[in-house]
């Protein structure tokens, strides 16, 4: 039986405290004195601490985002605590520091090339921006300031996962929305009444379907006041706590601090990268509000558009000028046929195969596992799970999440790297499929991504493997795969009838790829929007959450929702990606940017795919993001395939 099924609290936390010990023990025996410092001795330790974190992540921290028990969840957010703070630990401690200063200066150590220079290289920074040039005073208040963000950072997740609401609705209410989703509906046993909750496959063809405007606004209100109470709260907490570290390394913001780490480096880099786009966006986002305020004026006598109307005009407009119901489309994409599609697609694109696995160690009977091998040398080199559907207190958006890293083991063998791709789409029953939207099928490709970067990198450290890279670069890999779910000729392959088997007609592929463009520049606006709130609240002392959220509205063209505070379920500023936000469109302008050399032989030519595996894939984080564009690419990146895609002319 799987471990994870049988998996207790009193295991976590007994598991948790031995791979601490097991890695306190690695980390005492590299700092201890040393007659001489090698990289076997010194560095090599490091990267092996990393793999039993890793090890003990899999097994006890990341069932606080999947498990069926709540109990389990719980103590598995409080191992993902505990073991985040020996890594805060780990990084203070001084004679650590001394240790790899002191082989940094060793003749080794200077004559050390690429990834190990690399490790050693970032090593150093680590340990410089755990304060070890500060004062001690100064460094045990960033670390305590830091131990304390590791606490809210899991506590604001943890609210968020296991928020739940909904609203109840008649049959009459569901108007707009068809008998298969209205069937698949839970009702409630006091009133009898269906119950739309706030998860995404309800929310998302509610929001689209609904005709009930006011319906559509108390969703969305609800949506957009998960777990305000305590979460603004942590958010107010942990915006100061960065403020202050960044201000004890003299950095005048915490982007200023976090950016060192990515490819931006400076928050002005990011300000101008917004500053190209937001023109043409704007003009092109108002024409688009101007088409939907008529809409709605016909349908309401209103004229103001609101963060309600929004996606349900949008889906009016693709059924009445581009003959696409979001609905009938999905029944051409049952979700097996999409996942036979995705691995064919990259069998061919990237010379690996597929087979999945039987009777997996899952924590769920809906989970999958698959094993992904080399084509040319039948050489297995890594495995994923799937975990599709949504569950009560499960991860409620989609990610792929990193379990075992890929490495090279202390006897020289090669450690193949596991990941799990979590997402929601609706649950199949006993009568109809899972039924993916074409928005779904693309949110998938966008995951698979990062299974794909994650799995097919061949490095030789922890620290580097797959998508270990800069977090405004780690998109790309998985914006890039958004792109072939856009071609007719990769559609035709997979998109079938789930109950005819036709394959889907030519006309309504057409007509979807036609419509593509439809209110692009507001989704856009909608995501720069996003990275503004973040790069404000990380902008300086002081920030004030209120003015900052609302003022946030005027770049998406729609006036803010009153009462509501996203920014308390706003799960990226609090998982890594504070101060990096940016890092979606910024990566997606690459991405873009990367797919044109497909597009110039051929979106499905396997001599680019394997060279983009090679170039951009297999390096992992071992090379800067800029390089790695500029090594597939040939040239400067630049936004001109981004801009191309949304029908905006524009250059970089």
């Not at 942990?238 to 005048?252: D, G, N």
């Not at 119901?325 to 097996?336: Q, R, S």
Request: with cysteine; glycine share 6%.
């Amino acid at each position: 039986m799987s471990h994870y099924l049988t998996l207790t609290p009193a295991q976590i936390e007994a598991g948790t405290d031995q791979a601490i010990a097991d890695a306190r023990a690695v980390l005492d025996h590299l700092a201890a004195p040393k007659d001489q410092r090698t990289f076997e001795n010194t560095m090599k330790p490091l990267d092996r601490i990393a793999d039993i974190l890793a090890r003990s992540n899999t097994d006890y921290s990341f069932p606080g985002y999947v498990h069926t028990d709540k109990e389990v969840r719980t103590a598995a957010k409080a191992s993902e605590e505990e073991q985040a703070k020996f890594g805060v630990d780990m990084i203070f401690r001084d004679d650590l520091n001394s240790a790899v200063k002191e082989y940094a200066e060793t003749d080794e150590a200077k004559s050390l090339q690429d990834e190990k220079a690399r490790f050693l290289e970032f090593s150093l920074r680590d340990l410089r921006r755990a304060g070890h040039d500060l004062d001690s005073d100064t460094r045990a208040a960033v670390k305590e300031k830091t131990e304390r963000l590791v606490e809210l950072g899991v506590r604001f997740q943890q609210n968020v996962d296991e928020w739940d609401d909904w609203i109840l609705c008649t049959r009459k209410d569901l108007d707009g929305l068809p008998d298969s989703f209205i069937d698949a509906l839970e009702t409630d046993e006091e009133t009898g009444k269906y119950k739309v909750t706030i998860a995404y496959p309800h929310l998302i063809p509610f929001a689209e379907n609904a005709t009930r405007r006011d319906l559509r606004e108390e969703l969305r209100f609800k949506f957009n006041t998960v777990a305000v109470e305590d979460n603004r709260k942590i958010l107010d907490e942990a915006i100061q706590l960065r403020q202050e570290i960044a201000e004890a390394f003299r950095q005048p913001t915490w982007a200023h601090h976090r950016l060192e780490e990515r490819m931006a480096k400076d928050p002005s880099r990011v300000k101008a990268f917004y500053a190209d786009l937001i023109d043409p966006l704007t003009v092109k986002g108002k024409q688009e509000v101007a088409v939907i305020s008529a809409l709605l004026e016909a349908d309401t006598g209103e004229t103001q558009v609101q963060g309600w109307d929004w996606s349900y005009y949008d889906t009016q407009q693709r059924k009445t000028d581009y003959g696409v119901d979001n609905f009938e489309v999905a029944k051409y994409f049952p979700l097996p046929q999409v996942l036979d599609g995705m691995f064919q697609l990259t069998s061919e694109m990237f010379g690996i195969t597929f087979h999945e696995i039987e009777d997996p160690d899952v924590w769920h009977e809906d989970v999958q596992m698959f094993a992904m091998s080399d084509t040319e040398t039948g050489e297995e080199l890594a495995r994923f799970y799937l975990d599709l559907f949504p569950r009560e207190g499960k991860y409620g958006h989609a990610a792929e999440f990193p379990l075992i890293s890929s490495r090279v083991l202390e006897d020289g063998s090669y450690q193949n790297p596991l990941c799990a791709l979590v997402a929601n789409f609706t649950k199949p029953t006993e009568d109809t499929p899972s039924l993916l939207q074409h928005g779904e099928v693309e949110t998938f490709f966008h995951e698979f991504g990062h299974v794909l970067h994650q799995n097919l990198g061949r490095t030789e450290f922890t620290r580097f493997s797959g998508t270990n890279t800069e977090k405004d670069f780690v998109e790309a890999p998985s914006q890039i795969m958004q792109h072939w779910i856009w071609r007719s000729d990769v559609l035709k392959r997979f998109a079938r009838h789930h109950e005819t088997g036709v394959p889907i007609p030519d006309e309504l592929v057409d007509q979807l790829v036609a419509a593509r463009q439809l209110n692009k520049a507001l989704f856009q606006l909608r995501q720069m929007q996003y990275g503004w709130w973040d790069q404000e609240l990380h902008g300086g002392p002081n920030r004030d959450l209120d003015v900052i959220h609302e003022e946030g509205a005027s770049i998406s063209l729609l006036p803010p929702h009153e009462g509501t505070f996203a920014l308390a379920s706003f799960g990226h500023l609090m998982g890594g990606y504070d101060a990096s936000y940016y890092g979606y469109m910024w990566s997606e302008v690459f991405g873009d940017d990367m797919f044109s050399k497909f597009e110039q032989v051929g979106v499905t030519n396997p001599e680019v795919g394997m060279a983009y595996r090679e170039a951009v894939l297999a390096k992992g984080g071992t090379v800067d993001g800029d390089q790695l564009l500029r090594d597939f690419l040939g040239r400067e990146p630049n936004n001109e395939a981004f801009l191309r895609k949304l029908g905006i002319s524009g250059t970089q």
